[in-house]
């Protein structure tokens, strides 16, 4: 499992899985049980189900994979354009004699191509991120369900219900 995502990605993940995360397995002594043994059976196949699923509730959510870069230029906007473009302008300026002229228009244009991009991009990534958020919720849910399905097995063996 990839371990090292930022910690706001993560952070992000386990409030996103905090309704995922309540589902809870219901147990009880069809057999009359005592409680002491209950707690036994309970912890002994919380052990063998983590063992065989390779989930554990009782850790943290972590990322399987790390969360989607920014591109470049999501984060310079209309500045970054707008230096750009002055920087052309000028260019051309020094080229027809009129640098002022045309480092204002360069500026005026890449400040506006420049903040297109950057609104486009932002929107992009946000879309990848949304995605990746998904993807992560359905694996921790399939991992979940796996385990609380081992889980219930092992129970039932032992002689409770378990809902």
Request: hydrophobic share 35%; net charge negative; charged share 15%.
């Given at each position: 499992?990839?371990?090292?995502?930022?910690?706001?990605?993560?952070?992000?993940?386990?409030?996103?899985?905090?309704?995922?995360?309540?589902?809870?397995?219901?147990?009880?002594?069809?057999?009359?049980?005592?409680?002491?043994?209950?707690?036994?059976?309970?912890?002994?196949?919380?052990?063998?189900a983590k063992g065989q699923t390779g989930f554990d509730p009782?850790?943290?959510?972590?990322?399987?994979?790390?969360?989607?870069?920014?591109k470049a230029g999501s984060t310079g906007g209309a500045g970054e354009g707008a230096i750009k473009g002055a920087a052309v302008g000028a260019a051309i300026g020094i080229v027809r004699g009129d640098t002022a002229k045309w480092a204002g228009r360069g500026l005026a244009t890449g400040a506006l191509v420049g903040g297109a991009r950057s609104s486009k991009q932002k929107n992009k990534d946000k879309q990848a991120r949304s995605?990746?958020?998904?993807?992560?919720?359905?694996?921790?849910?399939?991992?979940?369900?796996?385990?609380?399905?081992?889980?219930s097995a092992c129970l039932s063996g032992r002689g409770y219900s378990v809902n």
């Open positions: 499992m990839y371990r090292t995502a930022a910690p706001w990605a993560v952070a992000s993940l386990v409030l996103t899985l905090g309704s995922a995360s309540a589902q809870e397995v219901i147990v009880y002594p069809a057999q009359d049980q005592s409680v002491q043994q209950m707690e036994k059976d309970k912890f002994d196949c919380y052990q063998w009782m850790a943290p959510p972590t990322a399987t994979q790390p969360p989607p870069k920014q995605q990746w958020e998904q993807e992560q919720v359905a694996q921790y849910q399939a991992a979940r369900d796996s385990y609380n399905r081992a889980y």
